[in-house]
């Protein structure tokens, strides 16, 4: 292939001073810090439309596990946000080359099943929102249940559910991949460079070999479980069992093979044929765990286009609209649920505290936290089996519920926490479902990009847990998504929960895909999302309400300490709040868990300077991802 670099100067990484207070406004903080030199470079920065794309191997710096600061960064007319320095940069040469925001997704997409396996890759899943400039759409590329799975797939033979990860090794947890199909669904309708083109970063570094980062080395160091997938040993470990070392170069042609037959023959070289085959095989054969996974599971995935599910936000005097995807997904329910019960309290009263939310701001956030996850935990389920309170999803999110939600935190200063909520009855309905016990989830991955054409995606992409089901084929790591379905199918009682196994349904998720417009004109403002699991959610909202609330920039706002309830213990992350914050919470019978938040925020928002429109990117510290534009 071609190495002859692309046309225009690559400098495309502008840092952002992050020493502005919260209280300045985001177009203000970013004319005042925006140094001469850098918006020259913006300004100056050439264009390209459409025209031959032609894959350039950057240089490979090793990674880096923990936090590690990150500046921001500020570009003109297009970014690209990912969890790997090396997919970003793959998302920006498709970009560069006149490429669409769906080009520059996939092009991502397939760089990150190489060099962030353990996170999403061909056998997963993904949610995708698109905005064309005028009109939003959602593209469900969840996995789904094989047929021959029924709602007792993860009880044992004693009647109880499993063990966690004893349902997760093997076969028994994988669900029919759909990421390459929505995609591919995806670039028909909104592709501009040539599907096979998109292929060509993966695939020469799958052949040439990439770094080992810090991150997927620690990873694999601290991995149970995979060195038992004989196939996925010989590929991520040396002889002696020890992973290889960051810095090294791993290559991988059998997967280089696959993204060729992909690139030539589209979706149908994954899930029909000897690829098809050799997961089904792979699936059934496991020796202790073997799964009902068929071909015919994998021949008849169909992708799906939904409508999103938008809601109205208002903060500081202004409308935002927010929209995020639909069920099966609860990840834009439950932050249009949290922000909505918020705003009924007076947490838009409470400035942050030395940079931080104060203890009587996260006492009301992991208030509102428990009643929307109480909610999300009895009716959020796939749509095909499992109807909205009073037909429509909306009436979750419906002023006078939340209104009357939020009517439960009690206002009095020092009032102690609920601890746990119970579900609502959004729309005066009555269900005949159970609440969903809490289980693990884990996993992800998310990708934030605008184009040049005033197009923008935010996708987030999993596999599930670290490393799926731990099993490897063709060079590439199978999902464990059915995990996301309740183990119990029943409570007690016996009454039935919504999100319990069924063939061909779709796991319920926490992956929370944001996209930000101006209610007033319409205008793009932020593409943002996380990985997480369960968190998600919460990782989510807090950028949300970090830009939306506290007028900070992406960074800043990804570099807010997490926290969370998921209707339990108080969540913080750990070694980032003062003692003062954990006893504040305590006193109010608040039950804190500190532990390691590991998000994966990437966001995007719009900003000016000089009378400019700007993309102001940020990515998470807690991992290794960048921003790239022009």
Known sequence: MASTPPPCPRKSTHPIFLNTPPSITMNAKITMRLSAIALAT?????????????????????????????????????????????????????????????????????????????????????????????AI??????????????????????????????????????????????LELAHQQHGKLPWARLFEPAITLAEGGFKVSARLNGLLASEKYLRNDPVAAAYFYRPDGTPHAVGETLRNPELAQVLRAIASNGSKALLEGDVAKAIVDKVQ??????????????????????????????????????????????????????????????????????????????????????????????????????QAPGGNWMNMLDAGYLAQRASLIDPAPGAPSMKTAKPGSPAGVKTSFAPMPTQIEYGTSHISIVDAYGEAIAMTTTIEDGFGARQMVRGFLLNNELTDFSFAPTDASGAPIAN??????????????????????????????SPGGALIIHYTAKILYGVLNWGMLPQQAIN???????????????????????????ARGHEVREVNMTSGLQAITRGQAHGKTLWMGGADPRREGIVMGD
């Open 285 to 386: 054969g496991h020796p202790t765990n073997p799964g009902k996974l068929s071909l015919q599971d994998l021949a008849a995935y169909k992708a799906i286009k939904r409508d999103p599910l938008c809601f109205d936000y208002r903060a500081q005097a202004r409308e935002f609209r927010v929209c995020g995807m639909p069920p099966p997904s609860s990840g834009a329910l439950a932050i249009g649920q949290i922000l909505g019960i918020l705003g009924d309290t007076k947490a838009a009263s409470l400035p942050l505290q030395n940079g931080q939310p104060s203890a009587d701001w996260l006492h009301l956030y992991t208030e509102a936290s428990r009643l929307a996850f109480a909610d999300r935990a009895l009716y959020v389920a796939d749509p095909a089996f499992v």
């Open 560 to 586: 807010l300490p997490n926290f969370a309830s998921l209707n339990g213990p108080t969540v913080l992350e750990e070694k980032r709040f003062p003692a003062a914050t954990v006893d504040a919470l305590k």
């Open 500 to 529: 319990r196994v069924q063939p061909g349904k779709r796991p319920r998720s926490s992956m929370a895909p944001t996209l930000v417009f101006d209610k007033a004109t319409g205008e793009l403002l932020m593409s943002g999302g």
């Open 137 to 182: 759409e959602a593209y469900d590329g969840r996995e789904t249940a094989p047929a021959a799975a029924d709602e007792r797939l993860f009880l044992g033979a004693d009647g109880k559910p499993l063990p966690f990860y004893e349902a997760v090794v093997g076969g028994r947890s994988v669900g029919v991949p759909g990421t390459v199909r929505m």
């Open 42 to 134: 913006l300004l100056t920065a050439c264009a390209s439309g459409p025209g031959k794309f032609s894959y350039t191997v950057p240089d490979q710096p090793e990674g880096s596990t923990g936090y590690a600061e990150k500046p921001g960064w500020a570009t003109q007319k297009f970014a690209v946000a990912a969890a790997n320095p090396l997919a970003t940069d793959a998302g920006y040469q498709v970009l560069k080359a006149g490429g669409s925001a769906v080009d520059a997704a996939i092009a991502v997409q397939m760089v990150l099943a190489l060099v962030e396996p353990q996170s999403s890759g061909l056998g997963g899943g993904a949610f995708m929102l698109h905005f064309d400039g005028k």
